[in-house]
C-alpha cells in the first residue's frame, strides 16, 4: 500500500500543474482584469463585486495625478486621455510587465511553499484571507456531510428492506421532491418562515455567531453556533441527502440480490446478521466513493449562493467575489487549494475503501 500511496501523491504533481495551466491559459484570454478594473473605475463605469479599491497598491488613489488630455494607443479599453507611464505603472503593480510564463513559473514556484502573495485589492495578504474564511467554509462543509450522511445511510438501507412498501414510496416521493428543490430557493424559503421574513422570527438570519459570542459561557457558544447553522445547514443539506438516499438503497438493493447473501440465509443467519455482517461492508464501497465530491461540493460549489443568502463569510463567497473582481492571486490560490483537497480527499478514500474490504488491492491496479 505504501507503493500506491507514493504514486498517487507523485501524481498529484502534474495534476495540479495541469489545472493551473489551463486556469491561467485561460485568464490570458479573458476580457477585462485587473489593469481594466481600475480604469473603469476611473471613468465611474467599474461594477466589480466591491466598490472600491482598498490597499495592496492604490491604483485608483494615484489616478488623480495620472489624468493628461491627450490620448494615446493603448491595449486596455478605457485607456484614453491617461498618461502612458501611469499605465505602465499600473502593469507593473499587478505584475503584468512581465512575459505570462515567466509570471506563470513565478506562481508556481510560490505556490509549492504555500506563498500566495498578496490580494489586488486589498492589502493583506491572500493566506490571511484565506484563514479568515476558512472556519465558515468548513463549518458548512464538515457539519452537512455529516449531517446527510447520517439521515442518508439509515434512510437508504430501510428502503433497500422494505423496497415496494408504503414506506418506501411515500419516502421516495419526499426524496425526489427535496432533490428538485434548488438549495438557494429553499433558503429563502426558511428565511421567509423562520427568520422574520414575514411568519416566525426563531432563527439568527447571517453570520455563525451572535454579536455577544465572546461574553457567552463554552455552552452557551456552542448553542449559539449551532443556532446560526440550522438554516443554512437545512438548506444544503435538502437535495444532498436525497442523492445519497437513492444510492444507498440502490446499493443495497444490488447486494442484496447477490449469491452469497441467499447462500447466508441458508446458514439460517438472521436478516439483521446477513444485512450488517455482510452486506453492509460489500454496499457501503459506493457510498464511501461518493464523500469526496459530496464534501468537495458542500465545501465550495454547493455554498456559494447559501454563503451569500444567509451572509456568511466564507471560501466560496471569497472565490466568487475575487472572480468578479479580476483579483487573480485570490482566485488562482483558492483554485490550488480546492484542487489539492479533492486530490487528497481522493487518496484517503482509497486509504478507506481498504479498511473496510481489505481484499481490495489498489497496488495490483494500474492508476
Same mark, same amino acid.
Given at each position: 500500500m505504501g507503493t500506491y500511496i507514493i504514486k498517487r501523491l507523485l501524481l498529484m504533481v502534474p495534476t495540479l500543474l495541469g489545472i493551473m495551466l489551463i486556469s491561467f491559459t485561460l485568464i490570458q484570454f479573458a476580457p477585462g482584469g485587473p489593469?481594466?478594473?481600475?480604469?473603469?473605475?476611473?471613468?465611474?463605469?467599474?461594477?466589480?463585486?466591491?466598490?472600491?479599491?482598498?490597499?495592496?497598491?492604490?491604483?485608483a488613489g494615484e489616478a488623480g495625478g495620472a489624468m493628461q488630455g491627450?490620448?494615446?494607443?493603448?491595449?486596455?479599453?478605457?485607456?484614453?486621455?491617461?498618461?502612458?507611464?501611469f499605465i505602465k505603472s499600473l502593469e507593473k503593480q499587478f505584475g503584468f510587465d512581465k512575459p505570462a510564463p515567466e509570471r506563470f513559473w513565478m506562481m508556481l514556484k510560490n505556490?509549492?511553499?504555500?506563498?500566495?502573495?498578496?490580494?489586488?485589492?486589498r492589502d493583506v495578504a491572500v493566506i490571511d484571507l484565506i484563514k479568515e474564511k476558512l472556519p465558515v467554509s468548513i463549518s458548512l462543509g464538515l457539519w452537512m456531510t455529516f449531517i446527510s450522511y447520517m439521515i442518508s445511510i439509515p434512510l437508504g438501507i430501510s428502503k433497500a428492506v422494505r423496497d415496494g412498501s408504503a414506506f418506501d414510496i411515500w419516502t421516495s416521493s419526499v426524496v425526489i421532491v427535496g432533490f428538485a428543490i434548488p438549495s438557494f430557493l429553499f433558503a429563502i424559503l426558511l428565511i421567509v418562515l423562520f427568520a422574520g421574513g414575514s411568519f416566525w422570527?426563531?432563527?439568527?438570519?447571517?453570520?455563525?455567531?451572535?454579536?455577544?459570542?465572546e461574553q457567552l459561557s463554552l455552552m452557551g457558544k456552542i448553542m449559539d453556533y449551532a443556532w446560526h447553522l440550522v438554516l443554512p445547514l437545512t438548506a444544503l443539506a435538502i437535495s444532498a441527502f436525497a442523492t445519497l438516499t %437513492? =444510492?444507498?438503497?440502490? #446499493?443495497?438493493? &444490488?447486494?442484496?440480490?447477490?449469491?452469497?447473501v441467499i447462500t447466508a440465509r441458508a446458514k439460517g443467519l438472521t436478516d439483521k446478521q446477513v444485512l450488517y455482517g455482510h452486506v453492509f461492508r460489500n454496499a457501503m464501497l459506493i457510498v464511501i466513493a461518493g464523500f469526496p465530491g459530496a464534501f468537495i461540493s458542500a465545501f465550495f460549489a454547493g455554498s456559494l449562493l447559501i454563503e451569500q443568502i444567509f451572509s456568511l463569510d466564507g471560501l466560496g %463567497? =471569497?472565490?466568487?467575489? #475575487?472572480?468578479? &473582481?479580476r483579483d487573480y492571486p485570490v482566485v488562482f490560490a483558492t483554485l490550488y487549494i480546492f484542487s489539492l483537497m479533492g486530490l487528497v480527499t481522493g487518496l484517503i478514500t482509497d486509504l478507506v475503501y481498504t479498511w473496510i474490504d481489505p481484499r481490495i488491492d489498489f497496488e495490483k491496479r494500474e492508476l
Open positions: 489593469v481594466e478594473r481600475v480604469l473603469a473605475q476611473l471613468a465611474g463605469t467599474d461594477v466589480g463585486a466591491t466598490a472600491r479599491i482598498g490597499g495592496g497598491g492604490g491604483g491627450g490620448g494615446f494607443e493603448s491595449k486596455y479599453r478605457g485607456a484614453q486621455g491617461l498618461d502612458p507611464e505556490y509549492a511553499t504555500f506563498n500566495f502573495g498578496n490580494s489586488y485589492f422570527n426563531i432563527f439568527p438570519l447571517r453570520g455563525l455567531t451572535s454579536d455577544n459570542f %437513492l =444510492l444507498t438503497k440502490n #446499493s443495497f438493493l &444490488d447486494e442484496i440480490k447477490k449469491q452469497y %463567497l =471569497l472565490g466568487f467575489k #475575487s472572480a468578479i &473582481d
